[in-house]
T-cell receptor
Framework: ETGVTQTPRHLVMGMTNKKSLKCEQH?????MYWYKQSAKKPLELMFV???????ENNSVPSRFSPECPNSSHLFLHLHTLQPEDSALYLC????????????????FGPGTRLTVL | AQKVTQAQTEISVVEKEDVTLDCVYE???????LFWYKQPPSGELVFLIR??????QNEISGRYSWNFQKSTSSFNFTITASQVVDSAVYFC?????????????FGQGTELSVKP
């Protein structure tokens, strides 16, 4: 596979469930991102990882827990979600040039459409 | 302030018409990137173009063209001879490659509907 993949593509869960979203990039990038896109709202950045280290948490509630075991994989663990968390969750990755640490174009996966009942 | 504004929420055109999507940005940084992404109904954001703040040359790629003007802080996108497959939400975005982890600042998006 090439590019950025996300699984599952669709997820329906109850408020008491625990589930995880998975993102994998095959582009050799070192930066990975989680975004949330709610209906009629702009994309919201949730988390940023650079070289497996979290560099940004955009005031995301603790019921969302990211994990980046290596530069190719990113997970978003979900626990005790609310109906307002229903949204499209997009993962992206970008190349980071060594030395100067310039972050390049972000490439996005197809997203996971999450519905919380 | 760092901000991207896409004033057009929805645009509807008939196939073969030309259409321009507007994008205005705000930043005090001198080094930045500007992007356009396309989001078809399937949901994936598809990268279309990246422009470096030091490169004001306009670009044409097939039916797509981009007009970058620093004097008006605008980065407009024109589709010539639109087609039904161009129907999507288009996002303009701003990032700072040397800081903020390349964080993208998105506009609200413009939903383009091309009717046959």
């Amino acid at each position: 596979e090439t590019g950025v993949t996300q699984t599952p593509r669709h997820l329906v869960m109850g408020m008491t469930n625990k589930k995880s979203l998975k993102c994998e990039q095959h582009l050799g990038h070192n930066a990975m991102y989680w975004y949330k896109q709610s209906a009629k709202k702009p994309l919201e950045l949730m988390f940023v990882y650079n070289f497996k280290e979290q560099t940004e948490n955009n005031s995301v509630p603790s019921r969302f827990s990211p994990e980046c075991p290596n530069s190719s994989h990113l997970f978003l663990h979900l626990h005790t979600l609310q109906p307002e968390d229903s949204a499209l969750y997009l993962c992206a990755s970008a190349g980071v040039a060594g030395g100067i640490t310039r972050t390049d174009t972000q490439y996005f996966g197809p997203g996971t459409r999450l519905t919380v009942l | 302030a760092q901000k991207v504004t896409q004033a057009q929420t929805e645009i509807s055109v008939v196939e073969k018409e030309d259409v321009t999507l507007d994008c205005v940005y705000e930043t005090r940084d001198t080094t930045y990137y500007l992007f356009w992404y396309k989001q078809p109904p399937s949901g994936e954001l598809v990268f279309l173009i990246r422009r470096n703040s030091f490169d004001e040359q306009n670009e044409i790629s097939g039916r797509y063209s981009w007009n970058f003007q620093k004097s008006t802080s605008s980065f407009n996108f024109t589709i010539t001879a639109s087609q039904v497959v161009d129907s999507a939400v288009y996002f303009c975005a701003l990032s700072f490659p040397y800081n903020q982890g390349g964080k993208l600042i998105f506009g609200q998006g413009t939903e383009l509907s091309v009717k046959p």
